[in-house]
């Protein structure tokens, strides 16, 4: 009786029977998540059935009473509209929508077929992602469900290319076609919405993206696919703005809403951020100034980051005369919220080189504090006024003494020092001059040379801050 009694805790041999079944249990539970996970989509039962078919633009009843004519009839018509509006869809018409597509049933296709297919069916989701919402993409997108399930096979790329637009009742009809009930899908995150049918919180996106990196990843690597493919039609690239809004609001919420930016999270966004600083697309830039700025806030960067994210953007800015302003403010705030010191020449280097750069940075000092910028740029001016000459001869990158003098005399006359720029302006200009005649002592008629190119700017900042040589001296 006792061990009846007991049975649920200790059996004869002193094992616990409770533990061991619920490690069973657990193991089970595991397998069958596992097994799930391995299915393949030609044995959704949805396939089998003709009372209810998937379908975008009908009820389910009322599409199983439609016919596969019809339905390619829906989207050879929207492909053909959108042909009209962008010529790129074109390609497209001697594959996923040909005559022999009619009868291609990919569950008896070879694997090299299904590739290609997913490949086909890729490309025309990325292309047909900027019209989601007009009526013609939705057709096609019809056609594509009913045709090639890619409700089924195609969930990442069919996701990715309707998740801009998260907010909207369309996306939620797109996600209530998908199989995500099971807890360890990808997408499981998505499944609350199915049922309510209500569109995805922006705020439960923004939390998705920063709680789980795997999903950040895959919103960076939409934007560099993207890019990719449209790259090849110049005459499309305007349809991504959508895209690049949403990626840079997305990713930037994120980092603002994470409790601390991790390692982690730094390196794997570090490739895309160098992506995007190098591109010479003017929305995929902008939205990476943004996603620097906001890290720059948000964490303490190591200084060969710091380093490597200065190079980048002054680099950046010399190659493309859009976006100087909102480059040199990125900069700003990169050198506003971490240290300067062992930056180097190489950045600076650079920014002598930005057309219209004082100007620039004195529109930009009307709102916002430029002196982080010239805290790092004055020293250097500096030394290049007075060792120019000299280290141009030894170096032939570094930026020509004139560009310098130009520079200093216009942040001088135009930019007012303050924060102790002028103090730091002075000392620079002091401590240079005489290391630079002790080095030259020997030769009067460098150090005159010097003088001529020297004695101009001091007396014109001497007008303007006659008190601060005083201190200095």
């Given at each position: ?425 002075a000392s620079a200009f002091l401590e240079d001059y005489v ?39």
């Open positions: 009786l006792e061990f009846h009694t007991h049975v649920g805790r200790t059996n004869r041999l002193g094992t616990r029977t409770d533990s061991f079944c619920a490690s069973q249990c657990k193991k089970m539970t595991s397998l069958a998540h596992q097994l799930k996970r391995l299915a393949l989509p030609q044995n959704d039962p949805s396939l089998l059935s003709r009372k209810e078919v998937a379908s975008l633009l009908f009820e389910c009843k009322e599409a199983a009473n439609i016919d596969r004519e019809t339905f390619f009839a829906i989207g050879c018509t929207g492909l053909e509209e959108l042909t009209g509006i962008d010529p790129s869809f074109e390609m497209f018409q001697a594959t996923l929508f040909s005559q022999m597509s009619k009868g291609l049933e990919r569950s008896v296709q070879t694997k090299a077929v299904n590739q290609q297919l997913d490949e086909n069916i890729s490309l025309f989701l990325i292309h047909v992602s900027p019209y989601f919402m007009l009526k013609p993409a939705q057709k096609c997108l019809e056609w594509l469900i009913h045709r090639f399930h890619i409700h089924l096979y195609n969930q990442d790329s069919l996701v990715g290319c309707v998740l801009p637009y998260h907010e909207t009742k369309l996306f939620v009809r797109v996600i209530q076609l998908l199989k995500i009930s099971d807890p360890t899908h990808k997408w499981h995150w998505l499944h609350p919405i199915q049922k309510p049918g209500i569109p995805l919180a922006k705020g439960t996106l923004i939390t998705h993206c920063y709680k789980d990196l795997g999903f950040m990843d895959f919103l960076c690597s939409l934007v560099t696919q993207s890019v990719k493919v449209f790259s090849l039609y110049p005459g499309s690239l305007s349809q991504m703005r959508v895209l690049f809004t949403f990626y840079a609001s997305t990713i930037v919420s994120a980092l603002g809403a994470a409790e601390t930016i991790t390692d982690t999270i730094v390196s794997k966004l570090l490739p895309y951020i160098q992506k995007g600083l190098k591109s010479s697309l003017v929305d995929y830039r902008a939205a990476t100034y943004m996603i620097v700025g906001q890290l720059s806030v948000k964490m303490t960067m190591e200084m060969s980051l710091v380093h490597a994210l200065a190079l980048q953007i002054s680099k950046a800015l010399t190659k493309s005369s859009s976006l100087i302003k909102e480059g040199l403010g990125c900069l700003i705030i990169l050198l506003q919220s971490q240290k300067e010191e062992g930056l180097g020449k190489k950045p600076f280097t650079h920014l002598c080189n930005i057309p219209d750069l004082v100007t620039t940075l004195h529109e930009i000092s009307a709102t916002y504090d430029v002196s982080p910028i010239l805290h790092y740029m004055l020293p250097h001016l500096v030394h290049s006024v007075i060792y120019g000459k000299r280290e141009m001869q030894e170096e032939s990158n570094l930026v020509e003494n004139q560009i310098c003098i130009k520079h200093l005399e216009a942040i001088i006359t135009n930019i007012p020092l303050e924060k102790d720029l002028d103090h730091l302006l290391s630079y005649g002790v080095a030259s002592d020997s030769e009067s008629t460098t150090v005159a040379e010097i003088d001529i190119e020297l004695v101009p700017l001091i007396r014109l900042f001497e007008r303007k801050y006659h008190k601060t040589l005083d201190l200095v001296q």
